[in-house]
Every structure is written in structure tokens, then in C-alpha cells.
């Protein structure tokens, strides 16, 4: 079972989210979080596989947030992939400089 944390501050694209991953044979939702720190606590306690994780948040964005999680020695193995409506390559570029499995636009 591969477990998902799903991390936006939008309300309405966590539910699609949660609710295609839920649909889905053998993945789980390991929980939803709204902010880059709300993100980095939740990636701490879940534990998850993967992380889904918007860029552009309010407070600690998704860059900065996934920088602390994948330097997290407590975290070994998980792997995030970073959600974005917007098409800059330097944010393509910023992802993966901080250790993002993967871009999503």
C-alpha cells in the first residue's frame, strides 16, 4: 500500500486529490495538510511514501517545505512530487534542486 500525503492550501483540489487517490488500489491517503508547516509536521508523524506538494502556499511554500522534509533523516525514502498551475521553469528548476522526485503542472 503506498501511502499519500496531499498538501494545498486550496480546499477544493486536496478533495480531487484525496478522492482519485482513494479510488485507487492499493494507495492511501495518509492525511491532508493546507501549509508548508502543517506539511512538515504531518510528513514527521504519517510517515508517508509520497508526498503531493503544491508550490505556492501561504507561509513555508512547497520548495522550502519539501527541502526540510527530504533532509530529514527521520524520513528516509520518501518522495515528493510537486504540484503547480504555474509554468516558470525556475520553479521546475527549484523543485528538483531541493530533491523533488517529480513536477506536476
Known amino acids: 500500500m503506498i501511502s499519500v500525503l496531499i498538501v494545498d492550501d486550496q480546499d477544493l483540489v486536496r478533495l480531487g486529490l484525496r478522492t482519485l487517490i482513494d479510488s485507487e488500489e492499493g494507495m492511501t ?3 491532508e495538510a493546507a501549509d508548508g ?3 512538515i509536521e ?3 508523524s504519517a510517515r508517508p511514501d509520497v508526498i503531493l506538494m503544491d508550490i505556492r502556499m501561504p507561509g513555508i511554500d512547497g520548495l522550502e517545505a519539501t527541502r526540510r522534509i527530504l533532509a530529514d533523516p527521520d524520513l ?3 518522495r515528493v512530487l510537486v504540484l503547480t498551475t504555474f509554468e516558470l521553469d525556475q520553479y521546475v528548476f527549484d ?3 531541493h530533491g523533488a522526485s517529480g513536477f506536476l503542472l
Open 29 to 31: 491517503c495518509a492525511g
Open 37 to 39: 508547516l502543517a506539511a
Open 42 to 44: 504531518l510528513a514527521r
Open 76 to 78: 528516509p525514502g520518501t
Open 95 to 97: 523543485a528538483l534542486r
